[in-house]
């Protein structure tokens, strides 16, 4: 079960489109849980300057099959021209809480 579980990494520029993204994804199904971390300073290049921002981390938990599903919201909602959108697979975790994610994830019926 772990297996097929992955969290999932992405920043937004502020709390209230992280919010909204967070929100999207659980109502969605794409996400059984998101969480919104405090902001970040984040450093990298981008279109050849090193750049700064303040940023709002987001942490997806989904399944291997709701991944794709989760990438097109992302991108979608996002308010970046490219988005970091990074999934890392689970090595463990309580079984009984990868199946209530596997179960959050289940397109209603």
Known sequence: MSADTLLVITNLP???SAET?????????AAACVNIFAP??????WKGAVETAEEYPLF?????DRYSLLERVVQE????????????PLGGGLP????????????AK
Not at 40 to 45: D, F, H, L, M, T
């Open 21 to 29: 993204l967070a929100r999207a994804l659980v109502e969605r199904r």
């Open 14 to 16: 502020d709390r209230a």
């Open 40 to 45: 970040c300073r984040s450093v990298y290049r």
């Open 96 to 107: 009984a809480y990868l199946e209530w994610v596997a179960a959050e994830t289940r397109p």
């Open 77 to 88: 909602l996002h308010p970046y021209e490219l988005p970091e959108i990074i999934a890392v």
């Open 60 to 64: 997806a938990k989904t399944t291997r």
